[in-house]
């Protein structure tokens, strides 16, 4: 009865707001799927880029739809990514500014203005933060980051849970018998499809394993960075080659590291044993068939190897780890898709595909997000509404992960909330461009020091160029050309040649701050509070002695 309540208040509602004239009738709002990958850089999908891996499944969305080109984030960092999404706010105002503290519950979420509105909700895979996610019907998610093999969920029907196999054929699993048994055909629906893959550390499936481990991708141009120009840059914890784990990351099992003497490098073994050692007898043996030879080619090559190979070596065995998890995840987006075209579920349904960010698959040296450098700042976006988007399309609007959420109640013809700070993308997706006008988006990354060392910073970003301050441990500003210096190698703040650019960006940075609410005053405070708790607990990922130092030098 009150499911038949809200239908029909969601039906009268759209009759009153929804026609444009008597003679149409309204339609019935769409069916939205968002499906969001983890750490799944753009250039890991061959829509954008087919230099590294094809990934036809996922390019289906971009022939059905459009594909967004300057797409980004506002914090590239998990949680606080998703709680933007969630919110469509900036992470200042819903206060999930970084991975340390938890999410503010309080805040309202767009699925829970459906739900409200009368949408059917639903919700497989990571959340990331949280056990219980507000306004959904129905639930299984990973705790926390989660595991490839064997993983637990926490559910709502059924407590928490172990399910034998691999977790990206376990979320699609789930997704498909939602879609398949509880789905209400007489209602809209929002499907929240989210993988834990491509996230670190990489294990592929056992499938994938004898393909990925004898590939060899191509090296990026800046994958020797000397980040002159950057100090922020060269402080960071990222490196390939000095911070990706011989056992946790790059799969030396670690007795040949005993074997070896190599020393561990971060919580190198400790990864490797709750990833790894979650798999059952079959699922290990394949492992080590594949992985074994690979430790005996290093064990022997090794000892003549100069520090400029082992960059090399390290990069090939990260590039076939995380490869090989989103060949799982291209698969099973392709189960999907299947799934929707043979029972006719295409039609009045918005079909998304992104990531809570992007990564760096070796440019500057790097892995893990966090800067507002292209690779870890942009983020794919690919969404496919058919009868609405042009099918083949592509954008180069500055838009935003805080715009789903008012994306997703426009098309829904539900009200946006007026403390909400993204914008809908229907012009956009539709081509009503008299109707979008950004021309700037912001961002602001907090987690410092923490985990990676990539110290607070602020930016403005247009299509040309980036303004960008570094604060509290290191004070200074970086200005790029994104036309002239794609590869984001050159500082050109102090060249003279930009002064009339540096100061239009300076007022431009001003205003938009002001636009959304940020400032000075609440960096500060957010300083204090994590700085508080640093001294008091310690923090993630941090060096000792360096976390000291920092906090000397703040006293």
Not at 146 to 173: C, H, L, Q
Not at 404 to 429: H, I, K, N, R, Y
């Amino acid at each position: 009865m009150l499911k038949q309540f809200s239908y029909a208040v969601l039906a009268a509602t759209l009759l009153l707001t929804g026609c444009a004239s008597p003679e149409e009738s309204p339609q019935t709002p769409p069916n939205i799927i968002f499906i969001m990958s983890d750490d799944h850089a753009y250039q890991a999908i061959s829509a954008y880029d087919n230099r590294l891996i094809e990934t036809p499944n996922i390019d289906r969305i971009a022939r059905m739809g459009m594909l967004f080109t300057n797409a980004s984030v506002t914090n590239s960092i998990c949680a606080p990514s998703r709680a933007t999404i969630l919110t469509g706010k900036h992470s200042h105002i819903n206060g999930k500014v970084d991975n340390h503290f938890p999410f503010d519950t309080t805040n309202v979420t767009f699925p829970q203005l459906l739900q409200k509105s009368g949408y059917q909700t639903a919700m497989f895979g990571k959340l990331h933060f949280g056990n219980n996610p507000k306004g959904f019907d129905q639930f299984a998610i990973l705790p926390g980051q989660g595991a490839y093999y064997n993983p637990e969920f926490i559910t709502k029907d059924s407590g928490r849970i172990t399910v034998p196999g691999y977790t990206t054929d376990i979320i699609t699993d789930m997704t498909l018998d939602w879609l398949d048994k509880e789905r209400d055909p007489d209602a809209p629906y929002l499907l929240m499809y989210l993988h834990k893959a491509p996230h670190r550390s990489w294990l592929m499936a056992g499938r994938h394993m004898e393909e990925f481990t004898a590939r060899t991708f191509p090296e990026p141009e800046t994958l020797f960075d000397d980040y002159a120009t950057r100090p922020a840059a060269a402080e960071a914890e990222m490196s390939v080659r000095d911070h990706m784990g011989w056992s946790g990351d790059n799969k030396i099992f670690p007795q040949t590291m005993r074997e070896m003497g190599l020393d561990e490098i971060g919580i190198d073994t400790l990864r490797f044993n709750y990833s790894v050692g979650r798999m059952d007898s079959v699922q290990r043996a394949t492992f080590e068939k594949y992985y074994g030879p690979v430790n005996e080619a290093f064990k022997e090559a090794y000892p003549d190897m100069t520090e400029e190979e082992v960059m090399k070596w390290k990069y090939q065995r990260y590039m076939q780890d995380y490869l090989g998890t989103i060949r799982a995840v291209d698969e099973n987006v392709g189960r999907l898709l299947d799934y929707l075209e043979a029972n006719d579920m295409m039609e009045n349904t918005i079909i998304v595909y992104t990531s809570d960010q992007g990564f760096y698959l070796g440019e500057h040296g790097w892995f893990d997000k966090r800067f507002v450098y292209d690779e870890s700042f942009r983020t794919p976006l690919l969404v496919a509404w058919p009868g609405k988007v042009e099918p083949g399309s592509v954008s180069d609007e500055m838009v935003q992960n805080l715009d789903f959420a008012q994306t997703f109640l426009d098309v829904a013809g539900v009200e946006q909330p007026s403390d909400m700070q993204g914008e809908s993308l229907v012009p956009v997706l539709t081509g009503n461009m008299e109707d979008w006008d950004r021309e700037a988006v912001y961002y602001h990354y907090y987690e410092y020091p923490a985990e990676h060392m990539v110290n607070r910073h602020y930016a403005i970003v247009t299509k040309d160029y980036k303004l960008i301050h570094y604060y509290f441990y290191q004070d200074y500003w970086e200005l790029i050309d994104r036309k002239k210096d794609p590869k984001e190698l050159h500082n050109y703040y102090d060249d003279p040649e930009y002064a009339e650019v540096q100061a239009r960006l300076h007022s431009e940075l001003e205003a938009i701050r002001e636009k959304y609410g940020d400032s000075d005053s609440l960096s500060r405070q957010y300083i204090d509070t994590f700085m508080e708790s640093a001294e008091e607990d310690g923090i993630w990922g941090v060096n000792k002695e360096r976390l000291e130092e920092i906090l000397e030098a703040r006293r």
